[in-house]
């Protein structure tokens, strides 16, 4: 038997941040910048549903530690979404969280792209792609890439989005330690950071593009972990590049294939111990 009201199971994915440079810092307190984004297999799954117009709008998390209030990004962009369009009604969101907090993956602004994606479908899509990542743009600079779910590459504050052509299959190795890194501070602090000397921060040329990230240099300052787990992961035969992905705190390696990436995380889960989270995964088309 069908649900008495219709509802939508998206998948929502991560992404990595293959080159992040920042540009300088913006009369709006933001900061300029230019980077590459490219979605990942690691994805969140979002459930929409309506619900009867006397019920109350509902956001449940299978994560008991994110916030179900009004600074859930998720009920931003429903709220967005209602304020655009006028369409004003009950529903249902939950979301099954895969892809950790605080780890520079995107996870909630991948969330609340997929609600908006998801809540336009439902309501007989009254927003085009452009209405929508313009919505997307006003919650989170990294919403609107979210809208695409293709690699793009992004400027301005991380709004202003270009879908690229990206032929790569790169496999990754992502490596989170038990914390996380607000990406608010670690914009703050970029242009007072300095580089720690024997760590490397500059340009890693591949294939794919120079992987460089200029956030690692105030992350680095504050957590010290992660400049060595990224010095170790370049000391590995099986790393062609290793990175920091956007504001931390992940650090990803990428490598030939998955039986590469199953040796490489095997050893990483000797050296980081068992609070990392550590997951192998490939960029998506």
């Keep these: 038997m069908s649900p008495p ?17 920042i ?42 530690s994110l916030p179900l209030d009004g600074s859930n990004l998720a009920l931003k962009a429903l709220r967005a979404f209602e304020q655009q369009t006028g369409i004003r009604r009950s529903w249902s969101i939950h979301l099954e969280k895969r892809i950790p907090s605080g780890a520079g993956l995107g996870g909630g602004s991948s969330d609340a792209a997929a609600v908006l994606k998801g809540l336009n479908q439902l309501t007989g899509a009254p927003l085009s792609q452009a209405d929508l990542c313009a919505i997307a743009g006003t919650i989170g600079s990294d919403i609107p890439f979210f809208i695409h779910h293709s690699t793009c590459d992004a400027t301005g504050r991380g709004e202003l989005v270009v879908p690229v052509s990206f ?32 760590v490397r921060y500059s340009l890693q040329e591949c294939p794919w593009g120079d ?24 000391q590995q035969g099986e790393t062609r590049a290793a990175l920091m992905s956007g504001s931390g705190s992940t ?35």
């Excluded at 992987?211 to 370049?234: G, I, Q, S, Y």
Aim: charged residues 20%.
């Design 251 to 285: 650090m990803f390696a990428i490598v030939d294939d998955e039986p590469t990436g199953h040796l490489l995380a095997s050893r990483a889960r000797e050296w980081i111990g068992d609070t990392a989270w550590i997951h192998l995964a490939h960029t998506l088309p």
């Design 167 to 198: 032929p790569h299959r790169l496999t990754l190795l992502l490596i989170k330690p038990p914390f996380g890194v607000p990406t608010p501070w670690a914009y703050r602090q970029w242009s007072i950071s300095q580089e720690i000397p024997g």
């Design 23 to 64: 540009l300088g810092k913006r009369d709006d307190g933001f900061h300029d910048i230019e980077t590459r984004m490219c979605p990942i297999s690691v994805a969140d799954e979002v459930t929409i549903q309506a619900k009867s117009d006397d019920a109350e709008t509902t956001l449940t998390c299978s994560d008991t």
């Design 211 to 234: 992987m460089v990230n200029d956030l690692e240099r105030p992350v680095f300052a504050k957590h010290m972990l992660l400049p060595a787990l990224k010095t170790w992961l370049l």
């Design 5 to 21: 009201f219709p509802s939508l199971v998206l998948s929502a994915p991560a992404k990595i941040n293959l080159w992040l440079r």
